[in-house]
């Protein structure tokens, strides 16, 4: 009889320890967003800008391979201005003036134009990300990435599907900082070539002269419509 209650206390401790082993070893809740709180967030921090200026890095790669890296100023300001300014490896400038979007190759002494709207640039649906950001009406379906390593830790990466470049663009991947800055965006097109845009040093309703976004070509410069 006496066995047998100490057999019953043993049972009961090792039944409460593994209890609370259980309970001990169970996840902390996460503390992601959902999908469609984080991009009301990112359309809340971009829509309310009126101006933005930030140091960006644009690879493009083939595969495996990376064909070309450049570096450079970007600004934006609203309604849908902005101007790229590359200073490596070589200087050039991509401006949008108007309807117009303009491509100034300095070592080629040639300037080439064409409009917003024949424009098929990766660069051009950037410029809408002060004041008109809406993600809902420009991709389709949204995929959280656990599997794509983000630039920095605890950023968020995502995966979407354009819908006004469908024939050209075949997916986009956004990485969100915590403050719901967007730190990098990789566009994919349909031929399997990648662009990627890196963007640091964020300053959001910075002064930004409105000459930025005009352009005179220099005398002599040589003008393809």
């Known amino acids: 009889m006496l066995f047998r209650s100490a057999l019953i206390a043993v049972l009961m401790c090792s039944s409460r320890l593994a209890r609370a082993q259980s309970s001990s070893a169970k996840p902390a809740p996460s503390t992601l967003p959902s999908i469609s709180q984080l991009l009301h967030d990112v359309e809340a921090n971009y ?10 890095r644009q690879i493009v790669r083939e595969g495996r391979r990376t064909v070309r890296q450049e570096d450079g100023t970007l600004y934006l300001s609203k309604p849908g201005r902005m101007r790229w ?9 991509f401006l949008t003036e108007a309807n117009r979007m303009i491509l100034y190759l300095p070592a080629e002494n040639r ?38 390593q983000p630039l920095e830790a605890g950023n968020i990466v995502f995966k979407t599907y354009p819908k006004r ?48 976004f005009r352009f005179t070509p220099p005398p002599g410069t040589e003008i393809v419509y």
């Open 85 to 93: 300014e590359y200073t490596a490896p070589e200087a050039k400038l």
């Open 111 to 148: 300037v080439m134009q064409t409009s917003v709207k024949e424009s098929d640039d990766l660069r051009a649906p950037l410029r809408f990300l002060l004041g008109r950001l809406d993600f809902d009406q420009e991709f389709q379906r949204f995929e959280t990435l656990s599997a794509l």
């Open 47 to 56: 829509n309310r800008m009126k101006t933005m200026k930030a140091q960006f």
């Open 165 to 212: 470049l469908a024939g050209q663009v075949e997916s986009m991947v956004f990485e969100i900082a915590g403050g719901r800055q967007i730190r990098r965006v990789v566009i994919t097109e349909s031929g399997g070539t990648e662009t990627e845009f890196r963007f640091t040093g964020e300053e959001a309703n910075s002064p930004v002269a409105a000459e930025k």
